[in-house]
């Protein structure tokens, strides 16, 4: 498998063409697997002032529907996941599509990190393909930065403590004066909204067949959702742990030739990120790209 190095040097080679290089790995992937190949690669670890841009948003349906179009979908699809995550209603209208065309042969790829939204992508497919430096993330909804489980636990804590004693009345008014009327709802609406979508995917894809599915699903959202058990929305799961509380992980060491041809594509998608405007990729094997860069969007192909 070629390293970072290797193909900084094979970009250099030929005369900075990160794309060139990026497509020859994704066709190498398809030729491996018989199966279509789609990206979806943020740079937010490389351009993190961008903000939301990086994040997944309703834009992002654009790339999807460019990048699907003339695929033979009976050949199913692996989706590359690189992301921090991001809307979720977004996320729900991408799941969506995705299904709608291909089904359920949908395989998640995680080279490094699929967090919040991303995760919940994931785990509408069939199942999720990960390696030692693989990481999921919690899916616990978050409003404007503030974790929707946190708001709800300060403001439990907060309605305890003053009920045994009302002298704290004045510790605690001043925090709570700061939230608007309807927070406490709309953190609990969030959270609902999160759980559910992760339980009817799990049902109607990844576990689908699965005797024991409800108890398999209510295991893993606790694990994804509860922030009691998460402790930080920042937090990293390892294929390990995700294997342990019953997501169906499949290891990328099993298959040195398929994991050198994931990795391939990871790194050059990464030196994308570092050595050119983009921050957003959404491509095909087939070389059909949808890329935003920090000031405009890119659609072409190779």
Not at 70 to 83: I, P, V, Y
Not at 118 to 144: E, F, N, R, W
Not at 259 to 287: R, Y
Request: charged fraction near 20%.
């Amino acid at each position: 498998m070629p390293n970072w190095n290797n193909l900084l040097d094979e970009v250099k080679a030929l005369g900075g063409g990160h794309d060139v290089l990026r497509r020859k790995y994704l066709a190498q992937l398809h030729t491996l697997t018989g199966r279509n190949v789609i990206i979806y690669y943020s740079g937010w670890l490389q351009k993190p002032e961008i903000g939301v841009g990086v994040s997944i948003n309703d834009e992002d349906k654009n790339g999807f529907m460019t990048t699907v179009n003339n695929l033979d979908r009976s050949k199913g699809l692996d989706l590359l996941l690189h992301t921090p995550g991001g809307d979720t209603a977004a996320t729900e209208s991408i799941v969506d599509y995705l299904r709608k065309m291909f089904g359920a042969n949908i395989r998640a790829v995680v080279p490094q990190l699929a967090m919040s939204s991303g995760t919940m992508i994931a785990c509408a497919c069939k199942s999720i393909l990960m390696g030692k430096q693989s990481s999921l993330g919690p899916v616990d909804p978050q409003l404007a930065g503030v974790p929707a489980h946190g708001v709800i636990e300060e403001f439990n804590r907060a309605r305890d403590e003053v009920k045994v004693d009302p002298s704290k009345i004045p510790i605690w008014q001043p925090i709570i004066n700061k939230y608007h009327p309807t927070l406490i709802g709309e953190c609990q609406k969030a959270i609902n909204w999160s759980e559910q979508l992760v339980r009817d995917w799990l049902s109607t894809g990844m576990l689908a067949g699965d005797s024991h599915k409800d108890e398999k699903i209510d295991r893993i959202v606790k694990e994804l959702i509860d922030h009691a058990l998460t402790l930080s929305h920042a937090r990293h799961l390892s294929a390990e742990k995700c294997t342990a509380f019953g997501l169906n992980i499949e290891l990328m060491e099993q298959d040195q030739r398929l994991q050198d041809a994931i990795l391939s594509v990871h790194h050059a998608c990464m030196l994308t990120f570092s050595s050119t405007p983009a921050i957003k990729i959404i491509e095909n094997h087939n070389g059909i790209a949808f890329i935003k860069v920090t000031a405009q969007m890119i659609i072409g192909t190779k």
